[in-house]
């Protein structure tokens, strides 16, 4: 339980990604319930109920973050990390975890197989939908949270804690982002500091307002720029 109470501490996360994340349902850590894994879905899968935060990731440099390992993109910044410019780093298991959603995990980014067998397109498929850093990579997977969402409109944070649907779920916060925004990034010199407050707001999706109050542990900020209309 207390792994769903703070959520939002990395090493609680980490612990239970590695204790909760495997491929089926697991006993629960307290006993005999089985505890529900969530498995990544996509943005796509989000983007029905999440329209507004969808449109505005989408012109995200990190909705597109996939593309820049690919040879003949992004030149200038990897010949300034003395990356190699004709090399495909898209099947690269060292760059993946940080241009990838849920890389290695049930649902995640998988390197697909090559060749035409149906079996080989359908993981072709799944990977396309799975490039780049998308809502998962911040919020966790959400497959037992949509599902219930989509049958209970107004929800409340409890009933998912009630149900045990929160499985891996993250309010994203500044140790989130440090996952990946740090200096084992080839792209960025040693001592790089990631500046959250700063960050949050000029390369995110916009925060619109939320629509009820569903209880949930922590506070929702509202964009700046969005309030204001663009006044500058
Ligand atoms: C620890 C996470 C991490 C790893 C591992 C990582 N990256 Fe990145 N990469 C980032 C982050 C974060 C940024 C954005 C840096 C910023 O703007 O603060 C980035 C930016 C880049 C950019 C610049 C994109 C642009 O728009 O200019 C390129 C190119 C890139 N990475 C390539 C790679 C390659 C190739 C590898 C593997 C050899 C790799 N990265 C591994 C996190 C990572
Ligand atoms: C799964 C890895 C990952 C996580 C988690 C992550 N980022 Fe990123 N972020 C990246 C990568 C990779 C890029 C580089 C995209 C590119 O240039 O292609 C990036 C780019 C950015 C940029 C744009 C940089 C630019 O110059 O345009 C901002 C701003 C940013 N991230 C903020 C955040 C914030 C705030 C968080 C946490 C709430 C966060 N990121 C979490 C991987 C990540
Ligand atoms: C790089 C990390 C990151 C990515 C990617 C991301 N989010 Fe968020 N999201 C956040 C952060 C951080 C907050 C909390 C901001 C705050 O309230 O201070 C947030 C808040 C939210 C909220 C709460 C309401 C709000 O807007 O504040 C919703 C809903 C949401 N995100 C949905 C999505 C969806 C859907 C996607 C994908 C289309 C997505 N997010 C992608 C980091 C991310
Ligand atoms: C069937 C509709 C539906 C789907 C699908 C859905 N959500 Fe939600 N989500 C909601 C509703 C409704 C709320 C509460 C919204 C409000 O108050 O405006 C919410 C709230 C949220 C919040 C803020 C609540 C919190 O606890 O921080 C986040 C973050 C979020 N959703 C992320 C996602 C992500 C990521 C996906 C895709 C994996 C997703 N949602 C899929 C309906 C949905």
Redesign the pocket.
């Known amino acids: 339980m207390r792994l769903f109470l703070y959520p939002s501490s990395l090493g609680l996360a980490l612990l239970s990604t590695l204790v909760l994340g495997g491929p089926a349902d697991k006993k629960d850590v307290q006993g005999d319930k089985k505890q529900p894994v969530a498995t990544y879905m996509g943005?796509k899968s989000?983007?029905k109920c999440?329209s507004d935060?969808?449109k505005s990731?989408k012109k995200t440099t990190?909705a597109k973050s996939f593309e820049v390992l690919l040879p003949g993109k992004a030149e200038e910044a990897k010949k300034k990390a003395g990356l190699d410019l004709k090399k495909d780093y898209t099947k690269d298991k060292t760059c993946l975890p940080c241009h990838t959603t849920g890389y290695g995990k049930p649902g995640g980014y998988a390197i697909p197989p090559e060749g035409d067998s149906s079996a080989a397109k359908k993981l072709q498929k799944k990977a396309t939908a799975m490039q780049g850093?998308?809502?998962e990579?911040?919020?966790g997977p959400g497959s037992l949270s949509s599902k219930y969402k989509k049958k209970h409109e107004k929800y409340k944070w409890s009933d998912l804690v009630d149900k045990k649907l929160t499985d891996g779920v993250k309010f994203?916060?500044k140790e989130n982002?440090l996952e990946c925004h740090n200096d084992k990034s080839p792209t960025v010199k040693k001592g790089y500091v990631f500046d959250y407050d700063k960050r949050?707001d000029e390369g995110?999706?916009k925060?619109?307002k939320?629509d009820f109050k569903h209880g949930c542990p922590h506070?929702?900020?509202v964009s700046k720029k969005k309030k204001k209309k663009k006044k500058k």
Do not use: L, N, S
């Open positions: 943005a989000c983007k999440h935060q969808y990731w990190m850093v998308q809502c990579a911040c919020h994203p916060d982002c949050k995110m999706h925060h619109p939320m506070t929702h900020t």
